[in-house]
């Protein structure tokens, strides 16, 4: 669902995906040398292959000249439409991205989704680690027995393992995760803020802990890396080129947004409706929600972007909506005053929308970024809002 602010008028939901034309895709540096990621994961599995070597050997394509021309030089002043995508750390970018991308026919590398899969298997590891803790925090028995030592042996893997599961540790996971017990804390998950993905990837474990385990892109639209430094694809539609930018949204990684800000188009500007009631892990004191408000603030504010079109992601709709029958919205926004799921919606988009003032062009969507089908129609309403007016 899109809404448009400051007068600027809505564009229709594409029923298709136009024709594409996929070309290349990297993690730059703002100088535009590759980029490695600043933490590789460690190599803990049982395979031949160590996987930790060739994350570590990863280096995408450097950013190409962003005003090159992409035509003959018969056509004049033909330049890539420039897309900056910004937000803060896990509030669905990357998946965004990722959607973007599948959407775009562009094609991973073998590299690629060979370090996709290692973070799948950090996310998995990580997300049973959690599910085991809060078991045992709220002092309860799994009802098999024999869970007690699978847990223990879950607790004993390094949490920077990223590789395949040996035999017993698989085995351990997925009885505990078929364990009732297990399925009564998952149940109350909005309490510990588990991985959205937790369910899918669990539910698929011995797909994906075979050695010869090759992502989907439904796997790819589920995993969660974090964005290092700044991510680049290119990509072709109705015969006009966008180059996106992908941007770290950790404090660290914001000092570099602004090296980006001249000659952009469009900006893409995600914001975690969840994180209402969550703290920032860089400080522990600042709530999620309020630092992505400032930082929206910051950007509609920004000299250079006062006539570039804004389109706000409201991510994370059904976690939202889950949350709020545990944590109300009144407790962390003592202004909210509604009752209803679809009150508290409109008030954080109100506020959103409030931290735009100003702004001549917004355009605002209510958003599951891991729904392929509705995000589908969400970009092509706005790759086509984009089109028209460059």
Known sequence: MGS???GASKGTVADAT???SAQKEGNVNANGSPLQPSRPPSQHGTGAVDENAVIQDIQRAVTPNPHASTKGDDEENYQIIRLLLLGAVESGKTTILEQIRIMFKQHFTEAELFHRKAFIYNTILRNVRTLVSRTRQMGLLYVNTQNESGADLILAQDETQYGHFTPEVEKAIISIWADKTTQHVYSKRSEINLNDSTKYFLDNLEK???MDFRPTSNDLIMSYVPTVGIQNIIFSTNHRSFQLFDM?????????????YDGI??????LAISEYNQLMDEDGITNRLSDSMSLLEKIAQEPKFQTTPIFLFLNEVDVFREKLTVFPLSNHLPEYEGKSVEEALDFIEELATSRMEG?????VYRTIAI????????????FQIILKNN
């Not at 729904?371 to 706005?382: C, D, F, R, V, W």
């Open 4 to 6: 448009v602010c400051s």
């Open 18 to 20: 136009p024709a594409i």
């Open 208 to 210: 994906i802990n075979k």
């Open 248 to 260: 770290g949204g950790q404090r660290i990684d914001r000092r570099k947004w602004a090296t980006m």
């Open 265 to 270: 188009d469009a900006i893409f500007f995600c």
């Open 359 to 363: 702004h001549q062009k917004n355009y």
């Open 371 to 382: 729904e392929t089908q509705s995000m589908s129609k969400i970009l092509g309403e706005i």
